[in-house]
Antibody
Framework: EVQLLESGGDLAQPGESLRLSCAASGFTFSDYGMAWVRQAPGKGLEWVSAINNGGFNTYYAASVRGRFAISRDNSKNTLYLQMSSLRADDTAVYYC????????????WGQGTLVTVSP | EIVLTQSPATLSVSAGERATLSCRASQSVTTNLAWYQQRPGQAPRLLIYDASNRATDIPARFSGSGSGTDFTLTISSLEPEDFAVYYCQQRLNSWTFGQGTKVEI
């Protein structure tokens, strides 16, 4: 059974940094692209960042480019999101999601971790 | 950037009725479109991929159609558990979600 377990969400002040982790199990992690998708309170889904299976290609939404960094450790079956220069509008539940294949939709999602940015 | 526009924003229906949700892309995404369901307090769940293929374990009452810029998700007979928010997503060029359609009683 595929499982994605996010952690690292917390309360942060504007300008601070946080690192999110997503521990994956139940599939061959190194075979699949992964992504982070966020959802602000009461709002819709927003794609944040993605990384290919090997970790060599990374992609970012314009809203986070230059502030967030996605990475993965295939030896630990773990996906990361390093978030810097946090702003109030980064407040959201952050979901880790697995791609079904290259350029395919997200077939599995974690339960999310809440990041709150507030003074 | 490809923009996806979903309509209506809210759809009020009764259990047993048919629901038709729309997703329009700002440029062609061929059939590279997926639909997700999100129930309150839960993570999204993949329903439909490649515009018309049901994902694993998705009931037959869910169907998708369309290509290019216009897509439809149809729920043939609403069950109580189908009252949720539905999102379309394209993966042809980067990743984009529509703003969602809430299906309510």
């Amino acid at each position: 059974e595929v499982q994605l377990l996010e952690s690292g969400g917390d309360l942060a002040q504007p300008g601070e940094s946080l690192r999110l982790s997503c521990a994956a199990s139940g599939f061959t992690f190194s075979d699949y692209g992964m992504a982070w998708v966020r959802q602000a309170p009461g709002k819709g889904l927003e794609w944040v960042s993605a990384i290919n299976n090997g970790g060599f290609n990374t992609y970012y939404a314009a809203s986070v480019r230059g502030r967030f960094a996605i990475s993965r450790d295939n030896s630990k079956n773990t996906l990361y999101l390093q978030m810097s220069s946090l702003r109030a509008d980064d407040t959201a539940v952050y979901y880790c999601a697995k791609e079904a294949g290259h350029a395919r939709p997200f077939d599995h999602w974690g339960q999310g971790t809440l990041v709150t940015v507030s003074p | 950037e490809i923009v996806l526009t979903q309509s209506p924003a809210t759809l009020s229906v009764s259990a047993g009725e048919r629901a038709t949700l729309s997703c329009r892309a700002s440029q062609s995404v061929t059939t590279n479109l997926a639909w997700y369901q999100q129930r309150p307090g839960q993570a999204p769940r993949l329903l439909i991929y490649d515009a018309s293929n049901r994902a694993t374990d998705i009931p037959a009452r869910f169907s998708g159609s369309g290509s290019g810029t216009d897509f439809t998700l149809t729920i043939s007979s609403l069950e109580p558990e189908d009252f949720a928010v539905y999102y379309c997503q394209q993966r042809l060029n980067s990743w984009t979600f529509g703003q969602g359609t809430k299906v309510e009683i």
